[in-house]
């Protein structure tokens, strides 16, 4: 009791409210209204890369993960909450990107004991040709094998047809530039992603029996054309590799994820990177403390005895002064809504308003009580 009495003041001190986050849930509860999505690939006792963890790495992470009642979800469980619907607290979605067949040989036989859904993402140029790479892939009679059983909840999902390569380390995705180093044009690019996206998804439905909506970005790579592009086709769900968690504010054609197919991820680290990543949702708040708000987004902050205030971030450089509601971006005025005021001689602004004159979004971690910048889009209303 006396070291909560002791966390409390000192934030009370630096000017941060925990009331938003008092909360009378099960300490079992660590987050809600959102949603840890897992990345992973390939699994291999042998096989080294970036990318590829051992079956005993991956099957220790999921029963951590089980142990610290995390909840497992499905794809359509996802898609539900996605689109204003509730979902577990602790959520968790198990994703694979690419459909090698050690998903079919390890993944899907550890998926299937300990009951957990999963989806997998599918370079479908490799269903007719599996042994087409260094690393096999599934085979349509092996998605359909395992489709059979539909009590496991395992989806396979697009990763596109043909475009899963890079030209001059860019995704051909977001490239216009041919392998003869020639330029496409916009249509010919449209035509290119529209096409791709449309035979990913018709050799999937021949083996899913259904419509397929869902899309894993290639090497992660998307830009606001090509996540458009590919939404034309028909896809309704786009995922990316942006770290963050997921939650139905973002932008469906871009929903993050977090990496647990690394081999230096051991399963406490992966519990402690999905608790880095939480999220406050509406966090209410007035004012924050200003120097600790900029430093911990990445920021400085550089208060003057004479009131005047610099910060800087990610190459941009803003003044303002204690008693100011207008903050300079070079010659550039920002009106805030709240003047700057001191607290005990520290800066104070208000949450939204440097969210205002930084020009990025800024999330709230309630569990470490710190900002960070949003990277995810938000969903366009």
């Known amino acids: ?55 005993k790495l991956f099957r220790e992470q999921l029963e951590y993960l089980a142990d610290k009642h995390y909840n497992f979800i499905t794809l359509e469980q996802f898609k539900h909450y996605m689109a204003g619907g509730e979902v577990p ?10 459909g090698y067949r050690s998903f079919y040989d390890i993944a899907y036989p550890i998926l299937k004991e300990m009951h957990i859904p999963a989806v997998n993402f599918i370079i479908t140029r490799y269903l007719d040709n599996p042994d087409g790479s260094n690393i096999p892939f599934m085979t349509g009679q092996q998605l359909s094998e395992i489709l059979s059983h539909p009590e496991d909840n395992i989806e396979f999902e697009c990763h596109s047809d043909s475009l899963h390569e890079q030209i001059n380390g860019q995704p051909m995705l977001t490239s216009r530039q041919n392998a003869n180093g020639t330029l496409e044009n916009s249509t010919d690019y449209a035509s290119k992603v529209i096409s791709d996206t449309n035979t990913c998804k018709n050799k999937l439905s021949q083996v899913n029996g259904g419509p397929v909506s869902t899309y894993a970005y290639p090497f992660g790579g998307v830009d606001p054309n090509a996540a458009a592009l590919v939404h034309q086709a028909g896809i309704e769900y786009g995922f990316t590799t942006v770290s963050e968690m997921a939650t139905r504010n973002d932008d469906p054609m871009q929903i993050p994820r977090i990496t647990g197919g690394n081999p230096s991820i ?109 990277l995810t889009p938000v969903k366009q209303q």
């Open 1 to 55: 009791m006396k070291l909560l009495s002791v966390k409390v003041l000192f934030l009370l001190l630096i000017g941060v409210s925990i009331l938003p986050f008092i909360s009378s849930s099960s300490p079992n509860d660590m987050y809600e209204d959102q949603v840890a999505v897992i990345m992973y690939h390939h699994l291999s006792d042998t096989a080294k890369s970036s990318v590829t963890i051992t079956p």
């Open 89 to 98: 607290d602790n959520a968790v979605l198990v994703t694979f990107d690419d």
């Open 266 to 374: 051991t399963p406490e680290e992966l519990h402690r990177t999905i608790m880095r990543k939480v999220v406050s949702l509406d966090p209410a708040f007035g004012y924050i403390p200003f120097r600790e708000s900029v430093g911990q987004i990445g920021g400085t902050m550089i208060q003057d005895h004479d009131g005047t205030i610099n910060f800087y971030y990610n190459g941009n450089h803003w003044t303002t002064r204690k008693g100011s509601s207008v903050v300079m971006l070079g010659d550039q005025p920002i009106d805030l809504d709240s003047p700057i005021t001191l607290k005990r001689r520290h800066a104070q602004i208000q949450f939204n308003d440097l969210q205002k004159a930084m020009g990025i979004p800024i999330a709230f971690n309630p569990i470490s009580k710190t900002f960070s910048e949003r």
